[in-house]
């Protein structure tokens, strides 16, 4: 494991902090646009959830291989020029002149932005002990769940003032940003390829060798439908505020915000909520959390509980969700670039799988019973991962 000075260390997780913070902005910006984008482009709010959906897709099969690359190439290298990948294909997004058009973007968006986080994770796995894995990761996941707010947010704000084009344009200047900060420090390390990695057919036979591992089919198993449960009734969250409690776009993608909240109050306590709870705990814990908030969301009926219920599931998301993020980057010690994007993978063919699903039921208008369905699948998911992590 190469030893980086704490200076080091800081500055190479702010600079990655950063990458993530803008990868999730962008993964959430258009979720409080379904809405205005239907309306522009005459289609249900079902069919409009394609520019989710195929994000989602596309990123969980460019993990496939961002996984060896990085493990082949350099982690901070590959996210990188990732990033840079992000800002060209977020700039033509915005310039995209029908639905067809947006899709195939947010896929060419979706698979750029499949090298930032997940490398990210990976890099962290490998410089920092197991022991502080866990407080460390949190600190990334406070950036991203940041970039989660932030998108929402934004997303809502730009779809009801400005256009929804708007949007894209000012992430395309954050990503330039972020690549340019990220290369100008890869210019003043050395960074080679890795003499022990293998080569890429034989990082892509390792992906076939961790999938024949049991251990390792779980946590994917388990992350895949963590994805459809919680990420694919996530995208649909704002729509139903809008349509349900009566909110404006904007004040929709706000409530949500407090998923991000409920997040950031997990992450800045990492170390105390391990130490109350351990790891067994944290999944108890966040598996109820997620199911309250998810029923009181569907069948609230006052703003005032949506704005908890969105709290509530997002707290009780990541004290679940990084419990899992911590058994990913042990999977694999000596390919853990290939593991954790396997890892990442899983996650968001759930989310597109848990996508498709939800779109049926809001042009049908069953969102409240889809999100009751989840909430029970999710206490079944807990009771599983609670096992899992018990025999760890």
Sequence with gaps: ??????????????????????????????????????????????????????????YGLSQLFFGPLGDR?????VVSLA?????????ITALSVGLPMLVIMRGFMGAAAAGVIPLSMAWVGDRVPYERRQETLAKLMSATVIGMMS??????????????????????????????????LLRGQAMPASADAPGLWASFRNTGQLLATPRVRWVLGV?????????????FMPT????????????????????????????????RWLAWLGERGLVKTGAGLVASGMLLLAWGTLPWMGMLACGMAGLGFYMLHNTLQVQATQMAPDARG?????????LFFGQSTGVLL????????WLAYAFSAAAAGVVVLGVVVFRLVGRH
Excluded: N
Aim: glycine letters at 10%.
């Design 1 to 58: 494991m190469l030893t980086l000075s704490p200076a080091q260390e800081r500055q190479h997780l702010q600079l990655l902090g950063l990458a993530g913070f803008a990868s999730m902005a962008s993964m959430r910006i258009c979720d409080p646009m379904l809405v205005v984008l239907s309306e522009e482009f005459q289609v249900s709010t079902g069919d409009a959830s394609a520019v989710v959906s195929v994000y989602a897709v596309v």
């Design 240 to 271: 139903h505020l809008h349509q349900h409690y009566g909110l404006s776009v904007v004040a929709a993608g706000s409530v949500m915000m407090l998923y991000g909240v409920g997040g950031l109050l997990y992450s800045q306590m990492a170390r």
């Design 358 to 365: 939800m779109a049926q039921s809001v042009d049908m208008g």
């Design 83 to 91: 990033v840079l990948a992000c800002a060209v294909f977020s700039a």
């Design 338 to 346: 290939t593991a954790v994007t396997l890892f990442a993978s899983s």
């Design 151 to 184: 998108g929402l947010w934004f997303g809502g704000l730009t779809a009801d003032t400005l256009g929804w084009r708007g949007a894209f344009v000012v992430l395309a200047i954050l990503f330039a940003m972020t690549a340019g900060l990220l290369l100008k």
């Design 73 to 77: 190439f350099g982690k901070l290298r």
């Design 223 to 235: 992350t895949a439908t963590e994805g459809a449960l919680v990420f694919g009734t996530m995208a």
